[in-house]
């Protein structure tokens, strides 16, 4: 027995509606600015994760995949924050170009939520919010989730992603 890092957590899921819920309790302690990076093979769950995330926000729009766009801006239908759902898979260098998507949104002023944005998006803050899915192994009906949830920088503290776990 090992103790993990203290700004980590394992969450199994075990449906897609145990994966929104998840995004709904992570909605409840994001912050304008935040930074979300979602790694997982296609179908493991990122845009399902993302939905729910959505829902607990209260933004505007459903959240769906966006393949044929590279982001989507998901104003919010209260004071929150707006939801800018990023997927980076078709974006080549980075930020550069994603500056050049003259997104019609203040990123300080938003959550982001990157799907495919491992090695591209990394600089727009050194605080994050790591999340990889997992298919659990051996799980024929391919309902199960293992999900990693890994907090960089001084935002993420050892709190906040125990929040996340109970
Ligand atoms: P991604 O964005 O990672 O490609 P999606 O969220 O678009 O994945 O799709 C995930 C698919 O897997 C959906 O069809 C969803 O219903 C299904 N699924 C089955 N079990 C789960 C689970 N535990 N969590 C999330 N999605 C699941
Ligand atoms: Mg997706």
Redesign the pocket.
């Known amino acids: 027995h090992h103790q993990a890092p203290a700004n980590t957590a394992a969450i199994t ?4 509606e ?3 819920e998840l995004g709904r309790r992570l909605a409840k302690i994001l912050r304008p600015g935040d930074l979300v990076m ?1 790694t ?12 729910g995330l959505g829902e607990g926000l209260g933004v505007r729009g459903a959240v769906t ?1 966006p393949t044929f766009v590279i982001a989507r801006v998901h104003p919010p239908l209260g004071a929150g924050p707006a939801l800018v759902h990023v997927d980076a898979y078709r974006l080549g260098g980075g930020l550069d170009e994603m500056e050049d998507l003259d997104l019609d949104v203040s990123l300080p002023d938003s959550v982001i939520v990157v ?1 495919w944005g491992d090695g591209k998006v990394e600089e727009l803050s050194d605080d994050r919010l790591h999340v990889v ?1 997992d298919r659990a192994v051996g799980d024929t009906a ?4 293992e999900v990693t949830l890994r907090g960089l920088g001084a935002r993420w503290t050892e709190a906040d992603l125990a929040a996340l776990s109970a």
């Open positions: 899921v075990n449906s897609p145990q994966m929104g979602l997982g093979e296609l179908g493991a769950g990122k845009t399902t994760l993302t939905r995949s799907e899915i391919d309902e199960v989730r």
